[in-house]
């Protein structure tokens, strides 16, 4: 382990030195999520509409929220944002326009110009016109990722290619997209790691796993969190209570009910001192203290005081944050979105 940021002893200093905002500068949308492609969504009075990186609505909110579990649309992935109404699923382009019909029992995001879509009980996949281009034969689905994706059939999982031709067998008990040329596998009990012809490149042997990034992947074994490489040897050993992915070279672990971060070779860059942390993005990682959210740099240094009761991460240079009851956005600075200007 090498230095450490001395965040415990000198919070309080930090916190004085930090980029100081209004406090009370009133935040005006009910809800608010990221930016993907150039929109976000943002929600008043209880419709729902996108926004652009000016703070301009690109879409005005016209989309009336029918559930307090569902939004009436989502994200946009490919060009296109899912589109629920009543309890049929469709696609919008991004002047809100519907451009695939909502005849789908339910549906998921675009991923490489296809979408899952549910079918009388069975999931299959559309092209980016709506035409259904893979018939829905399959228990579940997940999204395409280099071209494979995972799929359900008679209770086990296998890889389809964008023809819906089978690549890899149906043989897994679970199965995850391919992240980074590697895919989680899971087989009894066990999760392993898979690579583009369906070979281990991971024996199963462990009790849980996430996702390669950065050439390294969390799991769980012999009660504690670690990380190994690609050959399935570990490099972190599984000492920690909780354990993120690598974003921007640094990992979120949990530690005696403590969070921090550590560097690709288990080394502590930033002391375990907070309440929560996220994942890094776009050079910031959101952190509670005090029971607020906030935003540290790289080197533990606190860049947004903590004044939020809910943020995400930075996406597109902007992070949604929520206080009070109200949502808006912040860039990297600190500095607040002003919306529909």
Request: charged share 25%.
């Amino acid at each position: 382990m090498k230095r450490y940021i001395s965040i415990g002893v000198c919070m309080l200093s930090v916190l004085i030195c930090s980029v100081t905002l209004a406090q009370d500068h009133t935040l005006p949308l009910d809800y608010a999520w990221s930016f993907s492609e150039g929109l976000a969504r943002v929600e008043v009075n209880g419709r729902i509409g996108y926004v652009d990186t000016t703070g301009e609505y690109a879409v005005k909110p016209e989309f009336v929220r029918e559930s307090v579990f569902y939004p009436p649309v989502f994200d946009f992935h490919d060009g296109r944002a899912h589109r629920l109404l009543g309890d049929r699923h469709g696609f919008i382009d991004r002047n809100g326009a519907l451009i695939i019909d909502p005849r789908f029992d339910d549906a998921r995001d675009f991923s490489e110009n296809l979408a899952r879509v549910k079918i009388s009980g069975l999931w299959g996949y559309i092209n980016s016109d709506g035409a259904v281009i893979i018939s829905p034969t399959f228990e579940d689905a997940g999204e395409f990722s280099r071209g494979l994706a995972p799929v359900k059939r008679d209770g086990s999982w296998g890889y389809i290619d964008t023809q819906g031709e089978t690549e890899i067998a149906f043989a897994f008990d679970e199965a995850r997209e391919f992240s980074k040329g590697l895919a989680a596998v899971r087989t009894g009990d066990q999760w392993g790691f898979i690579n583009e012809t369906g070979a281990y490149a991971v024996t199963p042997s462990f009790e849980d796993a996430a996702d390669f990034s950065g050439g390294l992947c969390a799991v769980f074994w012999d009660g504690g969190w670690g990380y190994i490489d690609e050959t399935g040897t570990f490099v972190i050993e599984p000492v920690y209570d909780e354990a993120g992915e690598f974003s921007e070279g640094l990992a979120m672990v949990r530690v005696s009910g403590k969070y921090g971060y550590i560097d690709a070779t288990g080394e502590i860059v930033i002391e375990s001192v907070f309440d929560a942390a996220g994942d890094f993005s776009e050079g910031l990682g959101p952190v509670k203290t005090g029971g607020l959210w906030g935003f540290i740099d790289a080197e533990g240094h606190i860049v947004i005081e903590p004044m939020f009761d809910r943020v995400g991460g930075f996406s597109e240079g902007y992070s949604a944050v929520g206080r009070d009851g109200g949502w808006g956005f912040v860039d990297r600075e600190g500095e607040f979105l002003e919306i529909g200007r």
